[in-house]
């Protein structure tokens, strides 16, 4: 036990992703786009949790009499433009929305990047409810060391549906029912969108998760995936009303994902997801576990969640 507790702990707060930047940096540079508008609601404030950049993307013939598809996706600094970025990767998000817009593909859709907020990334994405699913032992280890002393995805959710939700719709043309209110993310984005998504199943239609982080940590292990798969057999968002996405890549980080994924899947059908309907799950072959391999794919789950139908 004590060995497997060592291993979940380095649980860095990068887990994944490592879009560490702190939440909300003054001197922070608006991303730079070449389609669209890109709008700052700077150092958005909140009862619930820290206040954060949020950059929220319009599409080229943006109008505010047309009602819109928000798609609200996580590490918001990440998505827009490699200039900006740790890394300089980004997913260029605006480049594939704009795309199948543009081809009638999708309805028009605006973007809401939601910046995490550096070293509480971890403790804003681990789902809250999969702490009840651990041993005790190893949850208030986790807790006290990987979660930065508490757990705050719930908090980070009651921000989402509470605060910044009725913002943008107070804000732009958006289209307010569920069925167009989409959520997206990678690594653990792609936990809490998931997470989210059952949480609030009347807030949100449909969730994508880009390499998803069901291992929650660096190390295969059982405790915390299985912590994740009987939360899902609980309460998964209703798939007469939802859709799902899942997908990984087969290096880097990802190369850990297939087996926890696989199980994942299972969950989903028995459920009652139905693969091509309302759920799709795909293994990219070859790519890794970085913004540029998931801004390859994203017209994938974009179309999948976004597609006209």
Known sequence: MRRLLTLLLTTCLLAGNAASTSAAPDAAPLPSVAVGRLERLASFPSRHVDARHVDVWLPRDYR?????????????????????????????????????IDAGRIPPTLVVGVWNNGKYRHSEYFPERFLGHMPAPLRQRF??????GQPRS????RFLVE???????????TRRDAAHTLLMGA???GLISVYAMSEYPAVFGGAAG???????????????????????????????THRLYQD??????????????????????????VDGANFETRVFTG???????????????????????
Do not use: C
Not at 65 to 88: C, E, I, K, S
Not at 288 to 307: D, I, K, Q, S, Y
């Open 287 to 309: 790519t890794g576990h970085n913004e540029t391999a998931w801004a390859e794919r994203l017209e994938v789950p974009l179309l999948f969640l976004l597609g006209r139908r």
């Open 143 to 148: 807790v006290k060391e990987a979660l930065q």
């Open 163 to 173: 605060e910044l939700k009725p913002a943008i719709d107070a804000r732009y043309a």
């Open 64 to 100: 505010p009499g047309v009602p819109h598809a928000v798609l609200y996706m996580h590490d918001g600094q990440m998505l827009f433009d490699a200039g900006t970025t740790w890394n300089r990767q980004a997913w260029r998000v605006q480049d594939a929305v704009q795309r199948l």
């Open 248 to 273: 990984h890549g087969t290096t880097e980080l990802d190369a850990l994902y297939a087996p926890y994924q696989l199980i994942v899947n299972d969950l989903a059908r028995e459920a009652g997801y």
């Open 210 to 240: 880009l390499s998803t982080h069901w291992v929650g940590t660096f190390k295969a292990n059982a405790a915390i995936p299985l912590a994740g798969f009987n939360y899902l057999r609980e309460r998964l968002a209703d798939p007469a």
């Open 187 to 189: 690594s653990m984005g």
């Open 154 to 157: 719930d908090a980070y959710l």
